[in-house]
């Protein structure tokens, strides 16, 4: 069965960090772009971050910059994200993806994600 399972949500003050694990099983990550994207209430799902495997190339979203680290370790079939100096802007729910493509960039809207994760609420308030 293709799972993606999170975890690594919950509550911070602002400039606050959190880390947001991904697990897969029935399937490996490493052949696999990764992305991680997210979407709070009355908002369109927004793509943070992702990792191509067309070059490798990694993408983030302007307002994540310097802030945020998308990352993998194919020993744990695990993506990650990092997320420092948190602002109560940060607030969603974040969910991991993953597809693949030879084709189509991680960052495009033409991307074939096809395993998603249930989500992990972030907030990020005082």
């Known amino acids: 069965q293709v799972q993606l399972v999170e975890s690594g949500g919950g509550w911070v003050q602002p400039g606050g960090s959190l880390r947001l694990s991904c697990a897969a099983s029935g399937f490996t990550l490493h052949d696999h772009a990764i992305g991680w994207f997210r979407q709070a209430p009355g908002k369109e799902r927004e793509r943070v971050s992702c990792i191509n495997t067309i070059d490798g190339s990694s993408y983030y979203a302007n307002s994540v910059k310097g802030r945020f680290t998308i990352s993998r370790d194919n020993s744990k079939n695990t993506m990650y994200l990092q997320m420092n100096s948190l602002k109560p802007e940060d607030s969603a729910v974040y969910y991991c993806?993953?597809?693949?493509?030879?084709?189509?960039?991680?960052?495009?809207?033409?991307?074939?994600?096809?395993?998603w994760g249930q989500g992990t609420q972030v907030t990020v308030s005082s």
């Open positions: 993806a993953a597809g693949k493509s030879t084709y189509y960039y991680c960052s495009g809207t033409g991307f074939p994600w096809d395993s």
